[in-house]
């Protein structure tokens, strides 16, 4: 598999949209022009949709100027080929169908210093679907602010999978990020984990059920941690109890669960002193995932003494992502909160200032 070669899919789309909608504005002097939007743009071409059709020579200070400024506007990547997470068949697998192949998706920040911070993408969509929103949307909207993303295609309820094998799949993909880092020009000690509704589910079972590797093991990605460095969880689903979102309880638990598995998948009351410091956002007025599910999380993450940043909004439907499409201009303000505390912990480049 050739993991360099970028694959033509909405993500590459959304980024040429993006590009060829770039317009940028010269002047000097008395020279002023527009550069058009560069949707036929290539390589060997690009200098020529740059610039006007006069003289070349008035303008030899401004190429420099117009290259760099079209770098910094456009830091995305073409998402790389999806990596299947085992080389061979996964634990448990029921087949050998797509939905059967837990996978990473790499998006890898461009022109970021390197190494970058990593963060691994759970998207949600109740253990039954996968809401690419929740997914590829945070990825590019990551990869602008020099984070390297991976999202996490993990197996589901709806496909007749039930715990642990969803965790395992989460495990395995921190594992994996970690083991091959220097392939993906990331840092092994800045991987965290991010999950939406279900996904944020899964993202706070791993920062919950975590373990060190397994130093004897013969495959190099096992003998990784599983521990993020941090947690992003985005209107979570948490607690298996009374407050749950039932359609991904039961596809999680199935249908009659016991009480021990309710109990260990209710990951308010799993948090310890070594649960990862966690960034968490919701609405007030959520309707199908309770605004107690962050609200316990938070109170649990408050008794361990373990770092958070909790924001509660009043308004906003569930789902509601970023609530904004590339370049992310308009962003809901959660967004920029999360980079402002990504920023204290040292997975964005810059410091947390007001």
Not at 28 to 45: C, K, Q, S, Y
Not at 77 to 103: C, M, N, Y
Not at 113 to 122: E, G, H, L, Q
Not at 156 to 170: C, E, F, K, N, T
């Amino acid at each position: 598999m050739n993991r360099n070669a970028p694959r033509r899919d909405a993500g590459a789309q959304r980024k040429r949209d993006a590009f060829s909608s770039l317009r940028l504005r010269v002047s000097a002097g008395d020279l002023e022009f527009v550069i058009p939007p560069l949707l036929n743009a290539r390589p060997h071409n690009l200098l020529a949709c740059l610039l006007p059709p006069v003289s070349l020579a008035p303008m030899k200070c401004l190429v420099p100027l117009v290259m760099i400024q079209i770098g910094l506007a456009v830091s995305w990547s073409a998402p790389l080929q999806p990596e299947p997470l085992w080389p061979g068949e996964a634990p448990g697998a029921r087949g050998k169908e797509p939905q059967d192949v837990p996978t990473l998706t790499p998006y890898l920040a461009e022109g970021a210093a390197t190494p970058n911070a990593a963060m691994v993408i759970c998207p949600g969509g109740g253990y039954g679907g996968l809401a690419s929103h929740e997914g590829e949307d945070y990825a590019l909207f990551l990869n602008q602010h020099g984070v390297t993303c991976f999202v996490l295609k993990y197996r589901l309820g709806s496909h007749g999978y039930r715990h642990p094998v969803m965790l395992q799949d989460a495990a395995r993909a921190v594992r994996l990020v970690r083991a091959q880092a220097a392939q993906w020009k990331i840092d092994p000690k800045r991987v965290g984990i991010m999950g939406s509704s279900a996904g944020g589910h899964l993202a706070s079972t791993l920062l919950t059920h975590f373990d060190a590797g397994q130093p004897d093991s013969s495959d190099a990605v096992e003998r990784q941690s599983s521990r993020p460095d941090l947690g992003v969880l985005c209107y979570p689903v948490i607690t298996m109890g009374p407050d749950t979102h039932e359609g991904s309880k039961r596809n999680l638990l199935g249908r009659q669960p016991t009480p021990d598995l309710v109990e260990l998948l209710s990951n308010e009351r799993q948090v310890t002193a070594q649960t990862p410091p966690c960034f968490i956002f919701h609405t007030w007025e959520d309707p199908a995932v309770k605004v107690e599910n962050a609200l316990e999380f938070a109170a649990a993450l408050r008794r361990e003494g373990v770092p958070f940043d909790l924001h509660i909004y009043e308004k906003g439907r569930h789902g509601i992502g970023l609530a904004d499409k590339t370049p992310y201009e308009h962003a809901h303000p959660w967004a920029r909160d999360l980079v402002f505390w990504l920023q204290s912990h040292g997975f964005v480049p810059g410091s947390a200032t007001p």
